[in-house]
């Protein structure tokens, strides 16, 4: 009888350990998950402000870009390839375009005050870089970029652009702004002679 009891008695004991280990085995399991999930919180947390700084640029990373200045930050204004085009009967005076297709460029810049711009040039020539504004031509954008053509050469002379300022602003770099506000409609940045253009257009 002593024996059955004392049997009984262990095996209490064995269920009761063997429940205790299964609540440690659980608390220690959601510690588990609550530190993991928590890690990979902050991991989340950490990349996030790493982006955040690496998208506040202080100023033009690629030499020749135009970047647009929004806040702090500096966006780059993407190159369009255009097709230069000349009048069928070539005169000293005849007009040179620049054509590109749609007729609004993809890049978008909010109207309302002047924007400024900034480009990196370490030759520091800013008298290469223009404004062209933008007409629309059966649903193509063209700028006339100089004059002449065939026997009579080209030239930039007869080129229609819009004033710009130039200031630097730190080593290399210009910021760029137009010396009358720009009216609603399709423009370009250019280097004489390129057919890589910074084409933008305003609201």
């Known amino acids: 009888m002593v024996l059955r009891v004392h049997s009984s008695v262990n095996k209490k004991t064995i269920k009761n350990k063997e429940r205790s280990m299964r609540h440690h085995q659980k608390r220690t399991?959601?510690?588990?998950?609550?530190l993991l999930t928590f890690s990979f919180s902050a991991l989340l947390a950490v990349t996030a402000a790493f982006n955040a700084v690496a998208q506040e640029s202080t100023g033009p990373e690629k030499v020749g870009i135009v970047y647009l200045m929004t806040g702090d930050q500096f966006v780059e204004i993407p190159r369009s390839t255009g097709k230069k085009k000349?009048?069928?009967?070539?005169?000293?005076?005849?007009?040179?375009?620049m054509q590109f297709k749609g007729a609004k460029a993809d890049f978008v810049v909010e109207g309302g005050k002047s924007p400024i711009f900034s480009v990196l040039l370490p030759s520091g020539d800013t008298n290469s870089l223009h404004l062209y504004p933008m007409s629309l031509k059966k649903k193509k954008?063209?700028?006339?970029?100089?004059?002449?053509?065939?026997?009579?050469?080209?030239?930039?002379?007869?080129?229609?652009?819009l004033p710009v300022?130039?200031?630097?602003n730190g080593e290399d770099v210009f910021l760029i702004e137009p010396s009358t506000p720009l009216k609603p409609g399709e423009y370009a940045f250019a280097f004489?002679?390129?057919?890589?253009f910074f084409c933008f257009s305003v609201k």
């Open 86 to 97: 000349t009048a069928m009967l070539i005169t000293a005076n005849s007009k040179i375009r």
């Open 165 to 168: 300022d130039f200031r630097k």
């Open 192 to 196: 004489a002679g390129a057919n890589e």
């Open 29 to 34: 399991n959601w510690r588990a998950r609550g």
């Open 141 to 161: 954008r063209e700028a006339v970029i100089g004059t002449g053509g065939s026997i009579y050469g080209e030239s930039t002379a007869g080129a229609e652009t």
